[in-house]
């Protein structure tokens, strides 16, 4: 039992890491030298915003289902994304494989399959779209990116020792992503992450953001020893800030580490070419979003991972931060507009922030439509906007369901609601 409860400590140690949390100290090695190669505007917002706005969202569509078809049923962890005609890439990682559905929901193809053979997957990432408008799938486990036409046909596959995590390819072939190193002193288990733009070789061309982190291993194979170390790494997880990034369809780059409320955004060449900021006041972490989080938990490690007594001494050790991160992430609108995910609040609501294409701090408001997962474990969301519609992965029942929703934008003019023209 010693043994079996150290393997599965180290390995979630193991995952920990990977999950790119807890930094020791993170920098941005290339925003210097981005610096000298071009100015940059630093959009500096106030607390407050310029007007008085909200998104009325609508759930017109909901993929998933709790028993029935199987290919309708969906795995407890998936992404997905939609081409420009509308139609879902679900990915079901626990299924190994890619559903897609056409506009109205309909099951059309799967694409791929457990196995190591050329269009099998052993992990894979959400789909993206090539500069050819053909899928491609990061699959760690195989060591190589795989390519399928929309219709589900395999074409290639990319051979790589290293993939980055969270991969872009570019219209210029670069990829955009983390790629970390590992190694130990001692006691000390240490991982460096860089964020990106690297060749087809992943030589590194352009260094956007660095972490730097730290890890000691357990000092025994007991369970007090293994909860002592399992609370130190839930402590590093709860509410912290995690590095946040995205591309444009014309190859921009939004960067953020949420220690600060600070979105840089690069041009396709990598040069850092503005700062938004604003100011804000921190979000306390409440006993309920403590509650949250240890439910969270205890539903991400099943008893056959983690045992149950040493989970719960585990999360009776945890350390929880005063304050949240200054926001939970963020989507971009087909206009230019950001749209930052500043809180979200188990089963009541979630708070936006608005800001513009110049990067003004426009508006903010709340919305208990979208519910999205509490942050601080492994909570890389689905949650963007697409021909003219929001999209979101969502928990109900502890099922995961994929939705489609219209939305209008609405202003505040003389004392009432009116559509945004």
């Known amino acids: ?133 053909n899928l491609y799938i990061r699959d760690s486990r195989n060591s190589r990116i795989s390519f399928f036409d929309k219709q589900g046909q395999f074409l290639k596959q990319m051979p790589m020792q290293e993939i980055p995590d969270n991969l872009y390819i570019n219209s210029k072939n670069l990829f955009i992503g983390m790629k970390s190193s590992q190694s130990q002193e001692g006691n000390i288990q240490k991982m460096t992450s860089i964020y990106g733009l690297f060749d087809d070789r992943l030589n590194l061309i352009t260094e956007l953001y660095r972490d730097e982190l730290e890890a000691p291993m357990p000092t025994g194979r007991d369970v007090s020893s293994m909860a002592e170390f399992l609370a130190k790494g839930f402590s590093e997880l709860a509410f912290r800030p995690q590095v946040i990034f995205r591309m444009t369809d014309d190859d921009f780059i939004y960067l953020g580490y949420p220690d600060k409320y600070e979105i840089n955004v690069y041009s396709p060449e990598g040069v850092l070419v503005r700062k938004i900021t604003r100011d804000y006041d921190p979000i306390p972490v409440s006993e309920k979003d403590k509650k949250s989080f240890g439910e969270s938990v205890s539903e991400s490690f099943s008893s056959s991972i983690l045992p149950e007594d040493l989970k719960e001494k585990a999360l009776a050790k945890v350390e929880y931060p005063k304050y949240k991160q200054a926001y939970q992430g963020f989507a971009l609108m087909e206009n230019g507009w950001l749209i930052v995910i500043v809180e979200s609040v188990a089963d009541e609501y979630t708070l936006f922030d608005i800001f513009d294409q110049d990067g003004r701090y426009i508006a903010n408001f709340k919305t208990t439509a979208l519910k999205f997962p509490i942050v601080g474990l492994f909570s890389e969301f689905s949650f963007f906007f697409k021909n003219g519609k929001a999209y979101s992965v969502v928990t109900e029942n502890d099922y995961k369901f994929v939705k489609r929703y219209s939305f209008e934008i609405q202003e505040y003019k003389d004392n009432k609601w009116v559509k945004k023209e």
């Open 1 to 133: 039992m010693k043994n079996k409860i150290f393997y599965l400590s180290f390995l979630f140690i193991m995952v920990f890491l990977a999950a790119r949390y807890c930094p020791k100290k993170t920098y941005a090695e290339g925003m210097d030298r981005n610096q000298k190669s071009k100015d940059i505007e630093v959009i500096s917002n106030p607390n407050t915003p310029e007007l008085k706005m909200r998104f009325i969202f609508k759930e017109e569509l909901s993929l998933g289902e709790i028993e029935g078809d199987e290919n309708y049923m969906l795995g407890s962890s998936i992404a997905f994304n939609t081409d420009q005609e509308g139609n879902f890439y679900v990915t079901d990682w626990d299924n190994h494989r890619i559903q897609k559905y056409d506009p109205e929901g309909k099951y059309l193809l799967t694409i791929g399959r457990e196995g190591q053979g050329p269009g099998e997957f052993q992990s894979l990432s959400v789909a993206r779209f090539d500069k050819d408008n």
